[in-house]
């Protein structure tokens, strides 16, 4: 005889389980939101649950989970930009724990460590670095001024070097930094145990490409997506037995279907790996329009991508986007229209799904202007 099946087993197992999450949002009117995230299958509501005013242009966000502290690095030139400590509670409350000077135009930064935070500073062509936690005493731990020789190929967008984001390696034993003024990818050996960084050999990158964000496929490959080319490269990385590790391109991509030419005025904004797939977001493409996009590839086991999908990112000028651990809930961050947006995503197949929550957040932006929503985090 067959065993007998509970039918609210069964009926249980078929549903959607409802879902609870916290995102941090930061806006470059100077405020860092929480918002929670609750329900199920396509039923999905945001509301806001905390603000907090940090002052300066927040432009990225960095979380870590262990200390609960949101870093958020400050993108105006003007005044006396600020590096900021956020504490966030579990019921996403937030509150100013720290903060530190940094020079001017900080776009990114990331935690090493153990107990550093290194930052890319666009306008004033800088990399810092600094040993946490943050307070008002704080000063850089090092500070690297970048140079080049003349004008690059694009001479409006590159007339001085402007790293855009800093990356650790997987081993962590590295740092490299995507140089849209520069055409470089700078790459920095790190001491563990001081935080010292020191320069290794830079890659140099196609004339007029503007690398600007960077992802890891595994120890061995790096996809750096190009803002004034619109396209992804995949690099093979190698890590000699001593010194600095080295790149070597293998693959370059649009990022739209057909690997056709983006139209004029497209940007790409940032990029993701998660599992077998690679996303970019896609800044001015109207591919949706008014809304930009969402470009999605496959990736093989030797990092060979292959064009997946393009879709809606539910708003223009999709900064940043963040997946969540479980693979299933994408949420982005499109600045001009300064909404928030989740979109599901299938974890088997990669593909990009409906949208199921949108929200504004603060006042809309203007195109090609620092304002509006910069940056989207899952507190994960």
């Not at 809304?291 to 999709?318: H, R, V, W």
Request: glycine content about 10%; proline content about 5%.
């Amino acid at each position: 005889m067959s065993p007998r099946i509970n039918p609210l087993l069964l009926v249980s197992a078929l549903l959607d389980v409802a879902a609870t999450a916290n995102i941090f949002v930061s806006h470059y009117s100077g405020t860092i939101y929480s918002l929670t995230l609750t329900g199920s299958g396509s039923e999905y509501t945001l509301t806001q649950n905390s603000t907090l005013n940090v002052g300066g242009q927040p432009s990225w966000m960095t979380f870590d989970s262990d200390s609960r502290i949101i870093y958020a690095s400050d993108e105006s030139t003007s005044g006396s930009p600020q590096l900021t400590a956020t504490s966030a509670s579990k019921d996403g409350k937030l509150s100013l724990s720290g903060k530190a000077t940094q020079p001017g135009g900080g776009v990114h930064n990331v935690l090493y460590g153990p107990g550093y935070i290194a930052v890319a500073h666009y306008q004033t062509s800088t990399i810092s670095t600094y040993k946490l936690p943050l307070s008002s005493g704080s000063s850089a731990l090092q500070k690297f001024t970048l140079t080049m020789s003349g004008k690059g190929t694009n001479p409006s967008r590159q007339d001085a070097p402007h790293p855009h984001e800093v990356i650790i390696d997987p081993t962590g034993n590295f740092l490299l930094s995507p140089d849209l003024g520069a055409d470089l990818i700078r790459i920095y050996s790190i001491d563990k145990s001081t935080g010292k960084l020191t320069a290794c050999p830079s890659f140099v990158e196609v004339g007029g490409t503007g690398p600007r964000h960077g992802s890891f496929f595994g120890e061995d490959i790096l996809y750096i997506g190009n803002e004034l080319a619109n396209t992804v490269h995949a690099l093979t990385v190698t890590y000699p037995t001593s010194g600095c590790l080295s790149l070597s391109r293998i693959q370059s991509l649009t990022t739209l279907t057909g690997n056709k030419t983006a139209p004029s005025g497209t940007k790409v904004g940032e990029v993701h790996v998660k599992d077998k797939f690679l996303y970019v977001s896609n800044r001015r493409d109207l591919s949706f329009t008014p809304n930009d996009s969402m470009a999605s590839f496959s990736l093989d086991s030797a990092g060979k991508m292959t064009f997946q999908q393009i879709t809606s990112s539910g708003g223009t000028y999709p900064r940043t986007f963040s997946i969540n651990k479980a693979g299933d809930l994408v949420v982005i961050g499109d600045q001009t229209t300064a909404n928030v947006v989740v979109v599901k995503r299938d974890p088997a197949t990669g593909l990009l799904g409906t949208q199921v929550a949108s929200m504004r957040i603060g006042s809309v932006g203007q195109a090609e202007n620092d304002n509006g929503l910069s940056a989207v985090l899952w507190d994960e």
